[in-house]
T-cell receptor, first 112, second 115 residues
Framework: ELKVEQNPLFLSMQEGKNYTIYCNYS?????LYWYRQDPGKSLESLFVLLSNGAVKQEGRLMASLDTKARLSTLHITAAVHDLSATYFCAVGTMNRDDKIIFGKGTRLHILP | NAGVTQTPKFQVLKTGQSMTLQCAQDMNHEYMSWYRQDPGMGLRLIHYSVGAGITDQGEVPNGYNVSRSTTEDFPLRLLSAAPSQTSVYFC??????????????FGPGTRLTVT
């Protein structure tokens, strides 16, 4: 059964600093997704990573995938207050079914 | 395009009542899913569908039924509501090609309270 773990679950950081959110998963997968959720809102897709070594960047966010280590990272560069949100990773199961399982989320609070 | 729509936005039920949460998408997506979100628990998959006529169970299917008679619609039925089903429910859809599901587009959510 696929388990998805994110850490940290809560992160408070200063503007201008760099930090990384980690997403580990327990069984083989070839696709990983990152989403953002603002308080009281729905989820917005950030990145889709479909192969080992995939790296995608959008503004101050960069996501990477290492399928051998079953690990994805979301790196934040020079954080700004607007990036305060909850970030979720999600992983797709393989074999016959095609479930997409979410981690518990990382609540990011960026202090001005 | 309206994207993914959900109705109602808010609902209060009494224990034992039944109801249907509606979800529709106009993007011709094959893959649709239902999640519930509870504080500290992330999103948990209830049921999903890879196409019309095909549904399957997710992580927490008990107490919920789904059907997928058309590509556009994927309603979620609560059979006999319980306080443990108090949650925010999200519907999502995405392209599904072969065994690959692409990014999901989420609806605005339904906030359900069961008293």
């Amino acid at each position: 059964e696929l388990k998805v773990e994110q850490n940290p679950l809560f992160l408070s950081m200063q503007e201008g600093k760099n930090y990384t959110i980690y997403c580990n998963y327990s069984t083989t997968s070839d696709r990983l997704y990152w989403y953002r959720q603002d308080p009281g809102k729905s989820l917005e897709s950030l990145f889709v990573l479909l192969s080992n070594g995939a790296v995608k960047q959008e503004g101050r966010l960069m996501a990477s995938l290492d399928t051998k280590a079953r690990l994805s990272t979301l790196h934040i560069t020079a954080a700004v207050h607007d990036l305060s949100a909850t970030y979720f990773c999600a992983v797709g199961t393989m074999n016959r079914d095609d479930k997409i399982i979410f981690g518990k989320g990382t609540r990011l609070h960026i202090l001005p | 395009n309206a994207g993914v729509t959900q109705t109602p936005k808010f609902q209060v039920l009494k224990t034992g009542q039944s109801m249907t949460l509606q979800c529709a998408q106009d993007m011709n997506h094959e893959y649709m899913s239902w999640y519930r979100q509870d504080p500290g628990m992330g999103l948990r998959l209830i049921h999903y569908s890879v196409g019309a006529g095909i549904t399957d169970q997710g992580e927490v299917p008990n107490g919920y039924n789904v059907s997928r008679s058309t590509t556009e619609d994927f309603p979620l039925r609560l059979l006999s509501a319980a306080p443990s089903q108090t949650s925010v429910y999200f519907c999502a859809s995405s392209y599904h090609i072969g065994t690959l599901t692409y990014e999901q587009y989420f609806g605005p959510g339904t906030r359900l309270t069961v008293t």
